[in-house]
C-alpha cells in the first residue's frame, strides 16, 4: 500500500495528490478545470482558484486521491458525519466518512475519509481501487437485495483485509446499491473483494473455492495507471 505522494503548494491551500488511487478523470478536472487539467504541468495549480472552492472539488474526489491543507486558517477537511458505502456498477465500493483501514490484528494502517476499495479481486493496489475492474472485466450491477434502514449513527467505521479474504467491516455504516434505491444499515459485515461471491456485495466463501490471494505479484506488471505527472 505504499504510494508516492505529490504535493501542490500555494499561498492559500496545498493539494496533495496520491496518483496510485485516482481511477477517473472527474469530479477534479470537471469542477475546477483552471486548477486541475491534465494537459498542464503542474497539472494541479490550486493558486489559479479561491481556496474554499479548491477544498470544494478536492473534497469529491471518490477515491481520496486528493486531499488537501489550507495554508490561510480555512477549514479543514470535513469528515461526513455518517459512514456510507456505494457500490458502483461493475467497479469497486466508494467509502466516506470516519473510516480506518486496519490489519485483523488491529494496527491501524491508515485513517481516511474518502476511498475506493476493491470488490474485482485484481487490483495491485489493495485494498485500494486501481481500475483493474476495467481489465479484468468485472461484472456487478451494484445491487443489494437486503433492504434495512436504521437511524444513521456516528462512529468510526474499520476496514480490515482479511488475508486472502473478504474485508471485515466493523462500526456502523449505510450500505448503498448503485442505484441508491436500497440500503442497508449494519454495524458489522464481511464483504467480497475476490470478485467471486454469489452474493455480492457480501462474501459467501467463494474466495476459498476460487483460491484468492492478495498478492500482486503478476499483476502489477499489466497495469496501466491512470497517473497525472507532475
Ligand atoms: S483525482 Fe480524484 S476526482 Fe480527480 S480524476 Fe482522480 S479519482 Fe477522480
Ligand atoms: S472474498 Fe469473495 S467470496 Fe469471500
Known sequence: MTSKIHRYMSEAIDVTFDAKRCI????CVRG?????????????QPGNAPADDVAM????????ALHFERNDGGEAEPIAGENTI?????????????????TVSGETVSKETRLALCRCGASANK???????????FQDAGKLSANRKA???????TVAPLPNGPLLLRGSFELYSTDRQTSYHGTKAELCRCGGSRNKPFCDMTHRRIGFTDA???????????????
Open 86 to 102: 456505494k457500490l458502483v456498477e461493475d467497479g469497486p465500493l466508494y467509502v466516506r466518512g470516519n473510516v480506518e483501514i486496519r
Open 151 to 157: 437511524v444513521a449513527e456516528q462512529g468510526l467505521l
Open 24 to 27: 477517473h478523470a472527474a469530479e
Open 57 to 64: 472539488v478536492v473534497g469529491r474526489c471518490p477515491t481520496g
Open 216 to 230: 500482486d505479484e503478476g499483476i502489477a506488471a499489466n497495469i496501466q495507471p491512470l497517473e497525472f505527472p507532475n
Open 127 to 137: 485494498p485500494y481501487c486501481d481500475n483493474s475492474h476495467l481489465r479484468i472485466e
Open 32 to 44: 475546477l478545470p483552471a486548477v486541475f487539467d491534465r494537459n498542464k504541468r503542474p497539472w494541479a
